[in-house]
């Protein structure tokens, strides 16, 4: 649809719209004066010409079904007009049971599309009706005029700032000086935390450097104790015992089995019996022989150690929490803490401390499930040793019951071969035992098996130790003050940028500037540079529910105005209540004026004083 941006009403036909019962013609003129008592439909003709235009009365309320004439509910407003161009049009709005329909110069039409020749309800209203922005719209008002404001330019910003600040902020983005101004002053005090980190950490550094030896001492001492204790159970464990010799016995027994086992009667074939025999008990000593190799003692010794640094790491933090009061010097920043910052002070070192116990944590539980895997994998190993040594026992047993069957009518034979291989089997299954165990109680064995794997932690750690204390010490106070300068300058850009957004305020508000009204959708806080939202209006410097309504009227008319230069739309004005102002002294509207005067007891009159195309506005 063609957008029009001006326009001039020549005339208007109500029927059953309000106390417009009958069919009734009007016509305008610009000026126009409408003169009447009360109750006569002054302002009706208002709500007649809103209601063509956006469906709803001349202050925009709801409730249509009042609108309808009591005695005829056929509503219908025709309205004639003449555009900028010099065209005439008709907009007809009829409503009968409930069901609008719009038509314009012949064709039906929606409400969307009107709204896209004459602007949204608001803009049109806050046009015609001068009261309706200020009594009506509220903080939409706002939402309103901020639309229609027309952006300032980065450019021409810093066009109208000091060179200084100008080649400050030439290069950097602003495209929301609010969101630069925020993210500049989160950068300070990340900053501003990295410095008490960093004082911190260099405070701990020099702390630990001091303690790193006695740690090594500790570690070592430790560990030639584990394994002072380890080697004299190794010892114990095989004293006094022919470890070669007990091995050749048990080959020579498994030999002397299967030798036996192959010794059959005749008349029984036991060949593939005693081969499988034979095969079995072979099996029997190398896996009874067999030594469990442990696979996660480097990573448990290295979680250990770990775990304990940061046990230690956090005692300290909670030490110093627990020593803040205001007054105190803070060993972190090396300044006397105040009693606004005790809280900031205290809240950083919660935060650290919570970090240092969640990752305390999450290493304990990565120690407790390494542990737990290196026990289960031990528990997993000998319960397969045993359960294959077991089986293994079984299948020898199936194959001599087998064997048994099979010579039966040499039982007597058979029973003494059987009572030997079952000493011999016996004589394997403890020598087994023997050259695991050694001389060792099961306590001892289990003590030497704890004693190897506090062994392997404790070299780890103390391969961490040593590690740690070989690393060249960080250089904190370059650091330091690395970050201070950067801090120094993020402050400068974060100054230049409170005085681009104040310029950037005042060059985008001084397109409200009136005669005598003023409006204020923002202010800036001096302290701070950022833009605090304000809805303020005044006439002549008096807040507007103080003036009377002949000062309401002249305000609205500025309004009006204003809407009209901030849109590019130019429609008529109705002015009601017009006997309460003698004149217009301050502003003259623009486009065609409709002014309505209540005249005690007159009958209603609408008299056009000028034509409507001698003061067309475009």
Not at 21 to 40: A, K, M
Not at 579 to 603: F, Y
Request: one cysteine or more; aromatic letters at 6%.
């Amino acid at each position: 649809m063609k957008k029009i941006n001006s326009f001039q009403i020549t005339g208007m036909t109500l029927s059953g719209f309000k106390c417009y019962e009958d069919t009734t013609h009007l016509t305008f003129g610009n000026p126009t004066i409408v003169t009447g008592g009360n109750g006569r439909g002054k302002s009706t003709i208002a709500d007649a010409i809103a209601f063509a235009v956006t469906g709803l009365p001349f202050f925009g309320e709801r409730g249509i079904d009042r609108l309808h004439c009591e005695k005829n509910p056929g509503l219908m407003v025709a309205l004639y007009f003449t555009d900028g161009d010099g065209q005439d049009h008709e907009l007809t709005r009829t409503r009968q049971k409930g069901r609008m329909t719009i038509n314009f110069d012949g064709y039906e039409i929606r409400q969307l599309d009107l709204n896209e020749m004459f602007g949204e309800k608001d803009v049109f209203l806050s046009i015609i009706n001068p009261l309706y922005f200020i009594e009506e719209l509220g903080d939409d008002g706002k939402k309103l005029l901020e639309r229609y404001l027309p952006a300032v330019s980065h450019e021409q910003v810093l066009s109208a700032l000091s060179e200084s600040v100008r080649a400050s902020l030439e290069s950097e983005s602003i495209l929301s000086p609010e969101t630069y101004l925020k993210k500049r002053r989160e950068e300070i005090r990340d900053l501003e935390q990295n410095v008490i980190y960093l004082n911190g950490q260099k405070d701990l550094a020099e702390s630990q450097r001091g303690s790193e030896a006695q740690t090594l001492r500790d570690l070592q001492e430790r560990y030639d104790s584990l394994e002072k204790e380890c080697g004299s159970l190794e010892e114990k464990r095989f004293a006094g015992l022919d470890l070669d010799g007990m091995r050749e016995r048990l080959v020579d027994l498994s030999a002397r089995y299967d030798e036996m086992a192959r010794d059959c009667p005749e008349g029984a074939d036991t060949s593939e019996l005693d081969r499988q025999l034979q095969d079995l008990h072979h099996k029997l000593g190398r896996r009874g022989a067999e030594q469990y190799t442990p696979k996660y003692t480097q990573h448990i010794a290295e979680t250990s150690a770990r775990v304990k640094e940061l046990g230690a790491k956090y005692n300290r933090e909670l030490a110093l929490f627990k020593g803040f009061k205001p007054g105190i010097v803070c060993p972190t920043c090396r300044r006397a803490v105040s009693e606004a910052d005790l809280g900031t002070v205290q809240a950083g070192l919660r935060r650290s401390m919570d970090a240092i116990m969640a990752e305390g944590k999450a290493q304990k539980g990565q120690l407790d499930e390494l542990q737990a895997l290196e026990k289960k994998s031990e528990e997993t190993f000998l319960q397969f040793q045993k359960d294959d040594v077991e089986k293994i026992g079984r299948e020898i047993e199936d194959l001599n019951r087998q064997r048994d069957a099979m010579n039966a009518e040499q039982l007597a034979f058979h029973d003494r071969r059987k009572d030997e291989l079952e000493a011999l089997h016996s004589q394997i299954q403890a020598l087994t035992a023997d050259i695991e165990y050694g001389s060792l109680s099961q306590e001892e064995y289990d003590r030497l098996m704890e004693c190897r794997e506090q062994l392997r932690e404790c070299q780890a750690e103390l391969a961490a130790a040593r590690k740690a204390a070989q690393v060249e010490p960080v250089d904190y106070s370059a650091r330091i003050a690395q970050v201070e300068s950067l801090i120094k300058e993020k402050k400068r850009l974060l100054s230049d940028a409170i005085l681009y957004v104040g310029k950037r305020a005042e060059l985008t508000f001084s397109q409200l500037k009136m005669n005598m009204v003023e409006i204020a959708l923002n202010e800036v806080v001096k302290s701070t540079g950022e833009l605090k939202d304000v809805f303020k209006f005044t006439y002549g410097g008096r807040y507007y529910n103080r003036l009377s309504l002949s000062e309401k009227i002249r305000a609205g008319l500025e309004v009006s105005e204003l809407v009209k230069r901030l849109t590019g739309r130019n429609y008529p004005v109705f002015i009601d209540n017009m006997e309460s102002v003698d004149e217009l002294t301050n502003v003259r509207p623009t486009g065609q004026i409709i002014m309505a005067k209540c005249v005690r007891g007159a009958a209603l009159t609408v008299r056009p004083v000028g034509r409507p195309q001698e003061k067309m506005a475009a």
